[in-house]
């Protein structure tokens, strides 16, 4: 039996949420900590903090602790650093919550008597673990390599599917400052069924922006075949299916529809975009990705016009978060599409199962309905495929604009996919 060492986590995003929840489950002893009294006081009382299929039922059987108190960090001899990288105005990522983060972990190793490992979670450019947290931490007068170890492990996990991808990993990569640091980190994983890969700090967090930015330029490009198609009148998910048997391309990833949100990849995208550019590189390939994301969502409002005016016309969305099984609306299509349709002086009534609540603190001035409420409105269109859009009764709706391919919304009087 290995021996199962205490873990300790800063962050408690959804990252940080579900690698607790899985450690904790795993049997290991796990403390987060998080400057958000509302969540900490959430984990305490065994409710999850946000929306994550399966963190309450870990919660109930193997809880663990969360603290405001980074000295409670004290016994971990793993620390994982999970804190939230936002974009800043110009594209670049914001590094105050990590350095902050940071800071924390730096004042527990200074009183710490034994080794632990810090691991960076969070993604982070190409070069911040080593120019950026590792100073911080020395701050502390302990030295890296020898008194404690440092890593930069990038997770892979999906919003909604987090504890299914963190317990069946396809990779786990430890970016390593020296040997010993990456030996700490691979006994922990070791056990996991999963290729490791060990290489550098930098490396490690590029792997975590190649990945990402190759998987929006997927759907960047399958989008884009999606609007020719459109255009011959061809099915793009046929033409996806023939493409997917072909082992190099793989027959995931290849949904074509109103283009990708959610809090990584067009905030990954922006800063490798930036980054790329300071280092005196013009990403052209990566700037096409994100022009051809932001020209879908307007695309959907095109195809709209073709019906009807939008000019006092009551407009229903059916979905709201930037993918089905999650509230989280950051960078959803659905803002944009809101925002543009308002601009357009249309009336918007909206559903989604999950992010309403989220999307009403941005747009309070719209209303919010059931979705047989929504199928009455002059038109109606589909920006998630939540699972039970596939089971409402279309055939007294007037329009359906499809942006994710629901094809019971095809009994509707008029009916047009994005990209079929
Ligand atoms: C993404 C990556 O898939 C994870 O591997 C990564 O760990 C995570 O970002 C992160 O960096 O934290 P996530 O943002 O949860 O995960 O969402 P995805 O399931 O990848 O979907 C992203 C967007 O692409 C959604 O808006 C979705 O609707 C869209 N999408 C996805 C498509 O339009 N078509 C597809 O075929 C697949």
Redesign the pocket.
């Known amino acids: 039996m290995k021996n199962k060492v205490p873990i300790g986590i800063v962050g408690l995003g959804y990252?940080g949420l579900v690698i607790a929840a899985c450690f904790a489950k795993l049997g290991y002893q796990v403390t987060v900590v998080d400057i958000d009294e509302e969540k900490c006081k959430a984990i305490n009382e065994k409710r999850s903090p946000i929306f994550e299929p399966g963190i309450d039922e870990i919660l109930k059987k193997t809880p663990f602790k969360a603290s405001m108190n980074p000295q409670d960090l004290a016994d971990a001899a793993i620390i994982f650093i999970c804190v939230n990288t936002p974009s800043k105005a110009d594209g670049a990522i914001s590094l105050e919550a990590i350095k902050k983060a940071t800071e924390q972990i730096a004042s527990v190793l200074k009183v710490k008597k034994d080794y632990c490992t810090i691991v960076v979670k969070s993604?982070v450019i190409p070069g911040t673990t080593q120019e950026v947290i590792l100073p911080i931490l020395e701050k502390s007068g302990k030295k890296a390599g020898q008194d404690f170890g440092l890593c930069m492990s990038p997770?892979?996990?999906?919003?909604?599917k987090g504890i299914n991808?963190f317990m069946q990993p396809d990779r786990i990569i430890i970016g390593e400052y020296d040997k010993k640091s990456g030996d700490a980190l691979y006994d922990l994983f070791r056990d996991f069924k999963a290729p490791i890969l060990r290489v550098n700090l930098t490396t490690a967090e590029m792997i975590?922006y190649a990945?990402?930015t190759f998987?929006a330029a997927k759907?960047s490009f399958i989008n884009e075949i999606g609007n020719i198609c459109k255009r011959l009148g061809i099915d793009t998910y046929q033409v996806a299916q023939g493409m997917g048997y072909d082992e190099r391309i793989g027959a995931?990833?290849?949904?074509?529809?109103v283009?990708?949100?959610?809090?990584?990849?067009p905030k990954?995208l922006k800063a490798l975009i930036v980054h790329a550019k300071e280092l005196g590189y013009q990403p052209k390939l990566l700037e096409e990705v994100k022009n051809v994301n932001d020209q879908q969502v307007l695309r959907m409002i095109e195809l709209l016009k073709k019906h009807t005016s939008l000019r006092y016309k009551n407009i229903g969305l059916l979905g709201l978060s930037?993918?089905p099984g999650t509230d989280d609306i950051k960078d959803s299509v659905a803002i944009l599409i809101t925002q543009t349709l308002l601009a357009e002086k249309a009336i918007v009534t909206a559903y989604d199962p999950q992010a309403m609540q989220n999307f009403k603190k941005i747009f309070p001035q719209i209303s919010y309905n059931n979705p047989d409420e929504i199928l009455k409105c002059d038109a109606v269109l589909i920006i998630t495929e939540w699972e039970e859009f596939s089971r409402l009764d279309y055939s007294k709706t007037k329009i359906v604009i499809d942006g994710r391919r629901v094809l019971k919304a095809k009994e509707a009087l008029i009916y047009e996919g994005i990209c079929w």
């Open positions: 990252v993604t997770e892979f996990l999906r919003e909604g991808d975590k990945s990402n998987l759907l995931k990833f290849l949904n074509a529809g283009g990708f949100g959610g809090s990584c990849f990954d930037f993918k």
